[in-house]
């Protein structure tokens, strides 16, 4: 399909543009990738006078035209989850209330579960997500059919080695040639990987050459047990054992020294900021000005819904602007469109993917936001990029296309029936906990 995006504010965060961060004009899209952006009405003029009658004309008057939000860092069949352990720290949580449920968790549930949480984020302007859970494969199979880009990490740890195996080889076969899902290896944490385990995520990312995704140094306990059992920092360990001599994402990296901080940067490792979900399970504030201004790439992920509880990317972006802005007192500290950067072309750094995602630019890939700002907790209209940060919610997306392709439209998911996901959902979730 051949698209033309006309009368819109256009906001393409893309840095070559100097102080111009966003202005009334017009983007061409031709089949997955991005033609123009431009103010020029003559050149949309040409473009759909070239295209017709094989060009759909979408009017975006009073809607901001965005890239697609990049979430770096979910579980998202724990959509499956929300709500059923609240309140207790993250080693109980995960011990005593969530591992014991995923342990009765099988492909359909997994399937189902990933269903509901794409949903979520494509009706919020998610178009590019990055996953780890077991059965990733069902994960693939979700995304690729509801039309959502995802980079999808298979995720071993000491008790789920077996299946691991199984995964990666079944997610490499089944989509190797997929236009939405990528794969890279999902090395869980430290504290669930011997090393005999963590050296098996390693080699394959180097053998499939694939990127790792890892949590890292997300509680103080974690920083403790290692400095005990290593006699060195998480974020020294893992450099120690090699995992940075893959292209890294690191989710959390809450306890960080300045020599961890050093030591991402000098590695080229990017971390995914899951403020939410830090602040609920109390494991902390993570430096994100101090990692920033060391050079390191900070991007946002939501975690899973049961640990936030929900996939919003415009609450993460607010609440990491105001946390880092109390935390270090200086309400200068993460401004607004440094928090617009780190959900869209940092995010896309993060996973290899700069320049092809996270802008509009002529070249990138179309996958582009319609955000609605006729509504009364967006005006008066005074300065755009402070409404979309501070103000905005999820529901203010009207229209979502990914990969040039409209996935959401007048707040209508195209590619799912939203009430059979979220009753199969239901069903799912009634019978694990009746077991």
């Given at each position: 399909?051949?698209?033309?995006?006309?009368?819109?504010?256009?906001?393409?965060?893309?840095?070559?543009l100097g102080?111009e961060?966003y202005f009334?004009g017009?983007?061409?899209?031709e089949?997955?990738?991005?033609?123009?952006?431009?103010k020029d009405?003559?050149?949309?003029?040409?473009?759909y006078?070239r295209?017709?009658?094989?060009?759909?004309l979408?009017?975006a008057?009073?809607n901001?035209?965005?890239p697609?939000?990049?979430n770096?860092h979910?579980?998202?069949?724990m959509?499956?989850l929300?709500g059923?352990?609240d309140d207790?720290p993250?080693?109980e949580?995960?011990?005593?209330?969530?591992?014991?449920?995923e342990?009765r968790?099988g492909?359909?549930?997994?399937?189902?579960?990933a269903r509901?949480g794409i949903?979520?984020?494509?009706m919020?302007?998610t178009?590019?997500?990055?996953?780890?859970y077991?059965?990733?494969?069902?994960v693939?199979?979700a995304?690729?059919?509801?039309?959502?880009r995802?980079?999808?990490?298979?995720?071993?740890?000491?008790f789920?080695?077996?299946?691991f195996?199984?995964?990666w080889?079944?997610?490499?076969?089944?989509?190797?040639?997929?236009?939405?899902v990528?794969?890279?290896?999902g090395?869980?944490a430290?504290?669930?990987?011997s090393e005999?385990?963590?050296?098996?995520s390693?080699?394959?990312?180097r053998e499939?050459?694939?990127?790792s995704?890892?949590?890292?140094?997300?509680?103080?306990?974690?920083?403790d047990?290692?400095?005990?059992?290593h006699?060195?920092?998480?974020?020294?360990y893992?450099?120690?054992?090699?995992l940075?001599?893959?292209?890294?994402?690191?989710a959390?990296c809450?306890?960080?020294?300045d020599?961890?901080?050093e030591i991402?940067a000098?590695n080229?490792v990017?971390?995914?900021h899951?403020?939410?979900?830090?602040?609920?399970?109390?494991?902390g504030?993570a430096p994100v000005?101090?990692?920033?201004d060391?050079?390191?790439?900070?991007?946002?992920?939501?975690d899973?819904?049961?640990?936030?509880?929900?996939?919003?990317?415009?609450?993460e972006?607010?609440?990491?602007s105001?946390?880092?802005k109390?935390?270090?007192m200086?309400?200068?500290?993460t401004?607004?469109?440094?928090a617009?950067?780190m959900?869209t072309?940092?995010?896309?750094?993060?996973?290899?993917?700069?320049?092809?995602?996270?802008?509009l630019?002529?070249?990138?890939?179309?996958?582009?936001?319609?955000?609605?700002?006729?509504?009364?907790?967006?005006?008066p209209?005074t300065?755009?990029?402070?409404?979309?940060v501070?103000?905005?919610?999820?529901?203010?997306?009207?229209?979502?296309?990914?990969?040039?392709k409209?996935?959401?439209?007048?707040r209508?998911?195209?590619t799912?029936?939203?009430?059979?996901?979220?009753?199969?959902?239901?069903?799912?979730?009634?019978?694990?906990?009746s077991k």
């Amino acid at each position: 399909m051949n698209i033309l995006i006309s009368n819109g504010i256009i906001l393409p965060m893309d840095v070559s543009l100097g102080n111009e961060l966003y202005f009334k004009g017009y983007v061409g899209i031709e089949g997955e990738r991005i033609a123009f952006v431009s103010k020029d009405r003559a050149v949309a003029e040409d473009f759909y006078a070239r295209h017709t009658p094989d060009c759909m004309l979408i009017d975006a008057s009073d809607n901001v035209v965005m890239p697609g939000l990049i979430n770096t860092h979910t579980h998202v069949a724990m959509a499956l989850l929300r709500g059923i352990s609240d309140d207790v720290p993250l080693m109980e949580w995960l011990e005593q209330h969530i591992w014991p449920i995923e342990a009765r968790m099988g492909y359909q549930e997994v399937f189902d579960g990933a269903r509901l949480g794409i949903l979520e984020m494509l009706m919020g302007g998610t178009t590019t997500f990055v996953d780890m859970y077991p059965y990733e494969e069902a994960v693939a199979q979700a995304a690729e059919s509801a039309g959502i880009r995802a980079l999808v990490t298979p995720c071993p740890m000491d008790f789920r080695m077996e299946h691991f195996e199984n995964d990666w080889r079944q997610v490499q076969k089944r989509f190797s040639d997929s236009r939405l899902v990528t794969m890279w290896m999902g090395p869980h944490a430290i504290y669930t990987l011997s090393e005999k385990n963590l050296q098996r995520s390693i080699s394959l990312s180097r053998e499939l050459g694939t990127g790792s995704h890892v949590h890292l140094a997300e509680t103080q306990s974690e920083q403790d047990n290692c400095m005990a059992q290593h006699g060195m920092s998480p974020t020294e360990y893992l450099e120690k054992q090699g995992l940075f001599s893959t292209k890294t994402l690191a989710a959390h990296c809450v306890v960080m020294s300045d020599h961890d901080i050093e030591i991402l940067a000098r590695n080229g490792v990017s971390v995914a900021h899951n403020p939410q979900s830090n602040m609920k399970l109390a494991s902390g504030i993570a430096p994100v000005r101090k990692m920033l201004d060391a050079g390191v790439n900070v991007s946002i992920g939501t975690d899973g819904a049961s640990s936030n509880n929900d996939l919003d990317m415009w609450e993460e972006m607010r609440t990491a602007s105001l946390l880092q802005k109390v935390s270090t007192m200086d309400p200068c500290a993460t401004p607004a469109y440094t928090a617009l950067q780190m959900a869209t072309v940092n995010g896309a750094k993060a996973i290899g993917r700069e320049g092809e995602l996270g802008v509009l630019q002529a070249g990138a890939f179309a996958d582009i936001l319609l955000v609605d700002i006729e509504k009364p907790h967006l005006y008066p209209h005074t300065n755009l990029i402070s409404e979309l940060v501070y103000s905005t919610h999820a529901s203010d997306v009207d229209t979502v296309i990914v990969n040039g392709k409209i996935v959401v439209e007048n707040r209508r998911c195209l590619t799912m029936n939203a009430q059979e996901v979220c009753q199969t959902a239901q069903k799912h979730i009634d019978a694990l906990l009746s077991k």
